[in-house]
């Protein structure tokens, strides 16, 4: 999944922007929010059936992006992808105060997942 790989490039580059240790990140009690409405990435797939990847109806669901980084990062504190349209993000930063202040997390990590512009064999 495209949106996923650049959540995941993204966190890394504001994690060493941060001045924050891979082992001081990894594993850690960060929550993760993702704000993000969109499918132009699984949409690629809805016009050709035969050109699906095997995994597409699971793999380019918008929901599980959050749990993706977490996932990857192994982030032990919530995790939740966020779709209030254009307010996603604001949304997240609300959470992402709310999950600080009353301590279910020590650190925050927040991602929007928006928007990819069509492109690929199957768009014209």
Same mark, same amino acid.
């Given at each position: 999944?495209?949106?996923?790989?650049?959540?995941?490039?993204? *966190?890394?580059?504001?994690?060493?922007?941060?001045?924050?240790?891979?082992?001081?990140?990894?594993?850690? *009690?960060?929550?993760?929010?993702?704000?993000?409405?969109?499918?132009?990435?699984?949409?690629?797939?809805?016009?050709?059936?035969?050109?699906?990847? *095997?995994?597409?109806?699971?793999?380019?669901?918008?929901?599980?992006?959050?749990?993706?980084?977490?996932?990857?990062?192994?982030?032990?504190?919530?995790?939740?992808?966020?779709?209030?349209?254009?307010?996603?993000?604001?949304?997240?930063?609300?959470?992402?105060?709310?999950?600080?202040?009353?301590?279910?997390?020590?650190?925050?990590?927040?991602?929007?997942?928006?928007?990819?512009? *069509?492109?690929?064999?199957?768009?014209?």
């Amino acid at each position: 999944m495209v949106v996923l790989a650049i959540l995941i490039d993204i *966190k890394r580059a504001n994690r060493v922007a941060a001045g924050i240790r891979m082992e001081d990140f990894v594993g850690s *009690k960060t929550s993760c929010y993702v704000g993000n409405f969109t499918r132009d990435y699984g949409e690629l797939f809805d016009r050709d059936i035969d050109y699906r990847p *095997k995994y597409a109806a699971t793999g380019c669901g918008g929901a599980m992006a959050s749990n993706r980084v977490s996932w990857f990062f192994n982030l032990k504190g919530p995790s939740l992808t966020l779709d209030s349209a254009c307010s996603s993000s604001l949304v997240g930063v609300h959470l992402a105060c709310q999950s600080l202040q009353s301590g279910e997390s020590k650190m925050v990590s927040l991602g929007c997942g928006q928007r990819l512009e *069509k492109i690929g064999p199957n768009y014209s």
